[in-house]
């Protein structure tokens, strides 16, 4: 039975409800409607103009209705008069095709024709800054191997525990936090769940760790590289399938641990890897931690070839244990709705025909990378990875044509602007306009 938002607000004292969406380029956009008028807003959604967010339509559109997803509610730990729903966006009466969450369900659907459902798990990094975005908030944490240290960690602890306390209240299983290998960068890391709920926690977990952030009179940002000499934002994922019980990606006989279907399904991940990147890595920005020089830290703990291995954190994919494997393309831009139908997409065809990873490689990427000049590259700036999304037949079949064509319409609308006033310089230092467009991605 679908849950009456109008008596849950009652029961749990919930004043306002954000009736939210996340549009293709992942901003998250909400109506705050009063408990009072919930009722209607649960059977009709709340009205907004397609055309005032990253959405490919036109003023002249028809008003565009986000309908909210009640089981998504989050009652904000913090302020809990105020109820958080992730909605699903329609339009004359039709799903708007575009919408990245509507992208995932119609992914999730294809999959659960065989019975499957695929759970993942995200880490996002972040780092806490000043308030202009210029330089790190903690002027103490200097260390060149930041990873780990305990005391920069405490300073934050006040911010981290409050992030921590909500993600236990909420269900979450929070189970580890710490300070990641760029100074100022921070980790915090939460059970996995099937990937519908992953991606709207994904999206409430930026929110709250943002809003909490400027509560404690700190910048949180996700942007992937905020500061050329230290180690970008990653948000690797996690991924298996399961059918009722049992994970399908689990064989005890194979190496790693990995059954065929997983080798087929990541096999479709390095097939569209190049193309995807444009979802995974969906900013100018992006790209500095693609392919980017050795860091402070001494490495950049990002891909920049396309491959495969065991527990080795060189490569793109890496099979830490068995019965899933990690996705370590993404950065903290990706849009938690596409991150994860773009990896389902992928992977779905991967196994509908059956496809072979080749051999996994065991080399140190990093150092090693010019043994391998065969090697698939990842593209070297976001127009590279547009084109390849552009001439990707899969990915089309799998969105549509027109959703992946809005996407790369906007995207290349937004590289314009860059252009105008600036150059892409990987060696150069990060301009205003990536700071100005990116931090708060
Ligand atoms: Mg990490």
Same mark, same amino acid.
């Given at each position: 039975m679908t849950k009456n938002l109008s008596s849950i607000a009652k029961a749990k004292k919930i004043?306002?409800?954000?009736i939210s969406f996340v549009d293709l380029f992942g901003v998250l956009r909400s109506k705050l409607v009063p408990a009072s008028a919930i009722s209607g807003m649960q059977k009709d959604g709340a009205g907004f +103009?397609?055309? *005032?967010?990253?959405? #490919?339509?036109?003023?002249?559109?028809s008003d565009m209705f986000a309908i909210p997803d009640p089981d998504s509610l989050i009652q904000l730990p913090w302020n809990k008069e105020v109820g958080w729903l992730a909605s699903d966006l329609w339009m004359d009466g039709k799903?708007?095709?575009?919408?990245p969450r509507v992208m995932l369900k119609k992914q999730i659907g294809i999959l659960s024709r065989d019975k499957l459902i695929m759970k993942s798990g995200v880490e996002c990094e972040y780092f806490l800054v000043s308030a202009d975005g +210029?330089?790190? *908030?903690?002027?103490? #944490?200097?260390?060149?191997?930041?990873?780990?240290d305990q005391s920069a960690l405490m300073r934050r602890y006040d911010l981290i525990k409050e992030i921590c306390d909500c993600m236990i209240e909420l269900g979450w299983g929070p189970y580890q936090n710490d300070h990641e290998d760029a100074n100022g960068q921070f980790e915090m890391n939460w059970d996995y769940s099937d990937c519908l709920t992953t991606a709207d926690r994904h999206v409430f977990f930026k929110f709250m760790v943002k809003s909490l952030s400027e509560k404690h009179g700190l910048r949180a940002t996700f942007m992937p590289k905020p500061f050329e000499n230290l180690t970008g934002n990653g948000c690797h994922a996690h991924i298996s399938l399961w059918n009722e019980k049992n994970n399908k990606f689990l064989e005890s006989g194979d190496r790693y641990g990995l059954s065929k279907l997983a080798y087929n399904f990541l096999g479709g991940l390095m097939k569209n890897a190049a193309s995807l990147s444009a979802f995974?890595?969906?900013?100018?920005?992006s790209f500095r931690r693609i392919n980017a020089p050795p860091t402070k830290s001494g490495a950049?703990?990002?891909?920049?070839?396309?491959s495969y291995t065991g527990n080795n954190r060189t490569h793109m994919i890496r099979i830490p244990d068995p019965g899933r494997f990690e996705l370590r393309l993404m950065d903290g831009s990706s849009n938690p709705y596409l991150l994860q139908a773009g990896i389902l997409a992928a992977g779905i065809h991967g196994m509908s025909v059956k496809l072979d990873p080749g051999e996994p490689l065991t080399c140190n990427m990093y150092t090693d990378y010019k043994n391998y000049p065969d090697l698939d590259k990842l593209p070297d700036d976001l127009e590279e990875a547009l084109e390849k999304l552009e001439e990707n037949k899969i990915l089309k079949d799998a969105f549509g044509e027109s959703v992946i064509n809005s996407y790369i319409k906007l995207k290349k609308e937004e590289i314009r602007s860059f252009f105008q006033n600036e150059n892409f310089d990987k060696k150069g230092p990060i301009t205003d306009w990536e700071k100005l467009n990116t931090l708060d991605c």
């Open positions: 004043k306002y409800f954000l +103009a397609g055309f *005032a967010t990253w959405l #490919d339509m036109t003023p002249a559109d799903q708007v095709e575009a919408s +210029a330089s790190i *908030a903690d002027q103490r #944490d200097v260390q060149s191997k930041p990873c780990y995974f890595n969906p900013t100018v920005n950049s703990w990002s891909p920049s070839s396309i």
